[in-house]
């Protein structure tokens, strides 16, 4: 690691030793936190929790679906692609497996890129009607995200849409009923899916993002098979990759687990985002530092086999540092900036609407949201700055912000990425109702490590209107 001031593993942990961790490093404060345990929710929070996918990495591990499905007792297996994928590859050899294996399936090969919640709901009606004891998601996040609330949806049937759909926008209920075993083949490089209990969509009566967020709906298995990039479009490979950039920083400079609050008064509750903590903070480092050294080769050659395959595991590694740690500002405005889209439509997506991809929402404010957080965790962010090549020796804390936002705008200009929300084909007069799609972004909103109101993010969005 470059720079006198970034943290070592061993440094991170010893940092953390005199905090209120689960199971408490130092053993001091345990007893005060199980007497306290449920009974003040004024409380912060004295715990965290790791949950993640079992993950399975490899040239050709797709073939082996079949025998996987066998052993989780399938039957009759739920395919879940899109339009795109379903005549390529990764969907073939998927179901040649599931075929080998003698195994019944059906294909459901209309998943929209970037979600919403009507196409939930198609997706969730043939899961439902198709009765399924095992799925497979063969895709992006995209797929992914449809495919997890199939099952959570089709598995309890009574369920109204709104009860799983983070609060405030949903009534954010737990999950308490048994999903089926749900297999991701990601074929992308970038959101980390499958390893989250996350599935994010557009609600469309309000024009912003939204999702669901809990632990039991994350994949039972991960597929990172690296074959199934040849196919990846240079533009998918590059706001993808973007998007682990974002996921790893934003987790990594998130407010603290033991600075959340209330502290939930049953486990049940504990949210899947809870704030940076010791663990989380290796997978997001280790994400950074191979995503600087790896993404433009991984974008520009796409048979650059090593590269792809290695933005395929930093995707993976940030996936389960922001599946546990969580997002923050970035991903809170990227949810109105998709979802209030008019006419913007990106090369290599094949889409008949307009659509703004997912990393390319995420990064367009990254620059700017870090100047602004940079004073709530100087050393956080010039670290971050670090990890991404930049010689920090000697560095001011008080100049983490523009360190850390010039080295984005740097990688932004380098793969290409267009300048700022003036170039998705918004203006001044759309911040107003950009602002009023962040602010009920509370599972994201609340991570940030500074404070923030309408004014704060009025403020971001402006910045944001050009980046170069």
């Known amino acids: 690691m470059a720079g006198k001031s970034a943290l070592g593993v061993g440094q991170i942990f010893k940092r953390f030793s005199n905090l209120r961790l689960a199971g408490n490093i130092q053993g001091a404060t345990l007893v005060q936190g199980r007497k306290q345990y449920g009974t003040n929710t004024d409380e912060k929070e004295y715990a965290f929790e790791m949950a993640c996918s079992n993950i399975r990495y490899g040239e050709g591990v797709t073939q082996e679906i079949g025998m996987d499905c066998k052993n989780l007792g399938g039957r009759n297996i739920c395919v879940m692609t899109d339009s795109t994928l379903v005549k390529l590859p990764p969907v073939q050899v998927v179901c040649d ?20 919640d009507q196409s939930f709901k198609a997706a969730i009606d043939f899961a439902t009607k198709g009765e399924f004891d095992v799925f497979v998601a063969v895709g992006g996040g995209s797929v992914m995200d449809t495919c997890k609330a199939a099952n959570l949806y089709s598995s309890n049937p009574k369920a109204e849409f709104l009860d799983y759909v983070n609060a405030p926008i949903g009534k954010g209920l737990p999950v308490t009923h048994k999903l089926k075993p749900l297999i991701a083949v990601t074929t992308t490089a970038g959101t980390g899916s499958e390893t989250t209990g996350t599935a994010v969509f557009d609600l469309k009566h309000m024009k912003a993002k939204t999702g669901i967020s809990n632990r039991e709906i994350r994949p039972t298995l991960g597929i990172v098979d690296p074959l199934h990039l040849r196919s990846m479009p240079e533009r998918v490979a590059a706001y993808s990759g973007i998007d682990v950039l974002c996921h790893a920083i934003e987790s990594y400079t998130a407010l603290p687990y033991y600075d959340r609050a209330p502290r939930p008064t049953n486990p049940n509750m504990r949210p899947a985002y809870q704030g940076y903590n010791p663990v989380s903070d290796i997978w997001s480092r280790h994400a950074l530092e191979i995503t600087n050294k790896y993404i433009r080769r991984a974008v520009y050659d796409a048979s650059d086999d090593e590269a792809r395959s290695i933005m395929h595991l930093a995707s993976c590694y940030a996936g389960i540092g922001f599946g546990n740690a969580g997002c923050h500002l970035c991903h809170a405005m990227s949810y109105p900036i998709s979802g209030l889209v008019r006419e913007f439509m990106s090369k290599g997506y094949d889409d008949d609407h307009p659509m703004v991809p997912h990393g390319l929402s995420v990064i367009v404010t990254a620059p700017a949201v870090f100047e602004f957080t940079a004073s709530a965790c100087p050393e956080r962010h010039l670290q971050a700055a670090s990890f991404l090549g930049v010689d920090i020796t000697n560095k001011k804390v008080e100049d983490a912000g523009p360190i850390l936002g010039d080295r984005l705008r740097l990688i932004m200009q380098d793969l290409e990425v267009p300048d700022g929300l003036t170039s998705l084909g918004y203006t001044k ?21 500074k404070a923030i109101d309408e004014e704060v993010i009025t403020g971001i969005l402006e910045k944001s209107l050009k980046n170069y």
Do not use: F, W
């Open 97 to 116: 497996a599931l075929e080998k294996a003698g195994l019944k399936y059906s294909v459901y090969d209309k998943c929209r890129v970037e979600p919403s």
């Open 429 to 449: 007069d759309d911040i107003p109702n950009l602002v009023k799609g962040t602010m009920p972004q509370h599972r994201l909103t609340k991570l940030s490590p």
